[in-house]
Nanobody, 119 residues
Framework: QVQLVESGGGLVQAGGSLRLSCAASGIIFSRHAMGWYRQAPGKERELVAGIRSGGSANYADSVKGRFTISRDNAKNTVYLQMNSLKPEDTAVYYC?????????????WGQGTQVTVSS
């Protein structure tokens, strides 16, 4: 049984920082790419950042230079460090473990964690 458990969300003022964590179980974590998505009210879910099994990362243009995705294979955990947060970063953030050889957005999802950035 695959489980992805996010933590670290909360309320922060604009300009502040948060670090999200996603602990995975039930998968061979080191073989999977991992992604962070977000969904704001009334908007579609979007890929914020992804990291391949080898460690290469990609980011949405809106978060480049502010967010950093990383992984610790020994802990089966992926992180999203979010700095210089803006009110438009407010959303529910979801962890995604794509299927092996699958695209981001396939596979498994966490339950989501709320991030609220106040102005």
């Amino acid at each position: 049984q695959v489980q992805l458990v996010e933590s670290g969300g909360g309320l922060v003022q604009a300009g502040g920082s948060l670090r999200l964590s996603c602990a995975a179980s039930g998968i061979i974590f080191s073989r999977h790419a991992m992604g962070w998505y977000r969904q704001a009210p009334g908007k579609e879910r979007e890929l914020v950042a992804g990291i391949r099994s080898g460690g290469s990362a990609n980011y949405a243009d809106s978060v480049k230079g502010r967010f950093t995705i990383s992984r610790d294979n020994a802990k089966n955990t992926v992180y999203l460090q979010m700095n210089s947060l803006k009110p438009e970063d407010t959303a529910v953030y979801y962890c995604n473990a794509p299927l092996l050889y699958g695209d981001y957005g396939s596979g498994f999802w966490g339950q989501g964690t709320q991030v609220t950035v106040s102005s």
